[in-house]
């Protein structure tokens, strides 16, 4: 999904959602704005709010006809403050509800001015007004209360991945891992980078060569203290593909708390959500066009006019993705798969052949969307949850953060891991549209929850505080770390209420 990283570009975006129901018409004022875009407290990379549009106090439940004709904007409250905000077009979600994004390349202190217009209407309570100071994602300004930046967010007070993931080290041992991973996985081949977090600032040091993808867990952590002050902690994260720590809790000696973004049924790794999503959370609107925002906006045709096939697009990374193929070529009236991309199994493209690349929105064309896992989880499940296409997804023992929320025949349909069972669920699907309809609304509306922008922040938030909690010796910062510093921002004013010069001086 992610691609090659690109530039960053100086440039911000903000997004918005709004809902509506089959031919009826617009009621501005009846209309709901809600959403994380609405509060100055909530600093996110793109802000976004939701907005339900009612006539006759019904909800609409589809997108009303024409042409969207919600209009944002969002300015300075000061007419001494410009600020550069980028409000791109409301992403119509085809259910009524629309999603509004914005992105400020600058803080204000005065205040936003959002204005929401139907027509000309103003729409609920429009104007808003979020008083400042209201900061930019770039602004260096940690709230120093953790809990009162978890109550601004709303973060969910449990979260049962982290739970599990704790249950397995009551207490951490900074001075045993520091003995024994190097050893077991600082290899030459190796994908480790040991972090030391000391006064919320980040240091590091790499133990294999494989740890370019460290500038994903660089953006995270850096963004994560500008908005929060993080606890002292010294851990080590896992870059690599496979979660790595496959001793039993009852083992001597015990499991070692590796941190990693896939999770699998035969490891302890702690899990974080994949550099994937949480890339795309931070870049939105820059340098990543597929978003977990975006996508929601372009989910293609709406359920009757979906093509009646399962579809599957994707590298070789996997053996069931090439039976898929094979299974596709014996019954094309069920099933489109093709190999875009040939590197482990490449012997087969001869026979398979070679499927063209397809954007990725473009697989909404199709009515259910078949995942199987490549070299781990497959990273594009939860943009395929976002979809409104009926999920297939192979049974497997790979998970990332969010999974365990998610049940087979409510959220998705579940499918062997050989894929024996494929054609008869597919068929299934068709002959019971009003079931397949159903699990894909209910797999689409809890992927909207799970997988929104701040549950994201306080996921990884929390991962840091349980495992600051149980560390028994000091963080400290070792030979060969490295200060990661925050990135330049000197075209952007911000001036942060909490480092007053006063008690800086102090
Ligand atoms: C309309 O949608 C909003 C937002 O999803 C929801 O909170 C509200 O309960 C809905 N109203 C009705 C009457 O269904
Ligand atoms: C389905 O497609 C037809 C033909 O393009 C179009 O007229 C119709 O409005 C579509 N139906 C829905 C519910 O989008
Ligand atoms: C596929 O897996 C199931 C168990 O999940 C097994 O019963 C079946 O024999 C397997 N089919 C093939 C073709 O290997």
Redesign the pocket.
């Known amino acids: 999904m992610l691609g090659i990283p690109q530039a960053p570009l100086l440039r911000l975006q903000l997004a918005l959602l709004v809902a509506a129901g089959a031919g009826a018409r617009v009621s501005a004022p009846r209309s709901l704005v809600w959403g994380p875009g609405l509060q100055a407290a909530v600093v996110l990379p793109v802000r976004y709010f939701l907005q339900a549009v009612d006539s006759d106090g019904r909800n609409l439940t589809?997108s009303p006809p024409g042409q969207t004709q919600f209009k944002v904007f969002v300015k300075s409250l000061s007419p001494k403050e410009s600020a550069r905000i980028y409000v791109p077009k409301p992403l119509d979600r085809n259910d009524g509800t629309f999603l509004v994004r914005y992105r400020m390349h600058e803080t204000v202190h005065e205040g936003l001015k959002v204005e929401v217009l139907y027509g000309g209407e103003h729409v609920a309570q429009s104007p808003y007004i979020l008083k400042g100071p209201v900061y930019h994602e770039y602004c260096d300004c940690p709230e120093e209360d953790p809990q009162a930046w978890q109550e601004t967010l709303s973060c969910p007070d449990t979260e049962p991945q982290i739970e599990q993931d704790f249950t397995a080290f009551p207490s951490i041992n900074l001075q045993q891992m520091l003995k024994e991973i190097p050893k077991r996985f600082g290899d030459e081949r190796g994908a480790v980078v040991h972090y030391t977090i000391v006064n919320n600032h980040i240091h590091r040091r790499s133990l294999g060569k494989y740890t370019d993808f460290k500038m994903f867990s660089d953006e995270i952590l850096l963004s994560l203290a500008r908005k929060v002050t993080l606890p002292d902690l010294e851990f080590y994260i896992n870059l690599g593909d496979w979660p790595l720590e496959h001793r039993k809790v009852n083992d001597t000696p015990g499991p070692i708390p590796i941190i990693s973004w896939c999770g699998s049924l035969d490891s302890r790794d702690i899990i974080l959500p994949t550099y994937d999503v949480t890339h795309s959370i931070l870049e939105a609107m820059r340098g990543v066009t597929n978003d977990l925002l975006s996508v929601q906006g372009n989910t293609g045709?709406?359920w009757?006019?979906k093509t009646e096939k399962a579809f599957f697009r994707g590298r070789d990374s996997r053996e069931e993705r090439l039976q898929l193929v094979q299974l596709s070529k014996e019954n094309p009236q069920l099933l489109d798969a093709g190999i875009t991309g040939y590197f482990f199994f490449q012997e087969k493209e001869k026979e398979l052949g070679k499927a063209k690349l397809m954007g990725f929105f473009d697989f909404f064309k199709y009515k259910y969307q078949v995942n199987v896992d490549g070299t781990v989880a497959a990273y594009r499940f939860p943009y395929l949850m976002l979809g409104d296409s009926l999920v297939l997804k192979q049974e497997s023992p790979y998970y990332e953060h969010f999974y365990v929320a998610l049940r087979p025949w409510k959220h998705y349909i579940p499918v062997r891991r050989n894929l024996s069972d494929l054609l008869e669920k597919v068929r299934w699907a068709k002959e019971n549209d009003d079931e397949a309809k159903k699990i894909a609304k209910e797999g689409q509306l809890t992927a909207r929850d799970l997988l929104q922008p701040p549950r994201l922040f306080c996921y990884y938030y929390r991962v840091l505080q349980k495992y600051a909690e149980r560390q028994t010796s000091k963080p400290t910062i070792r030979d060969g770390m490295e200060l990661v510093p925050q990135p330049e921002d000197a075209t952007s004013f911000c001036r942060c209420h909490r480092k007053t010069p006063g008690r800086e001086e102090l």
């Open positions: 589809s045709p709406s009757i006019n």
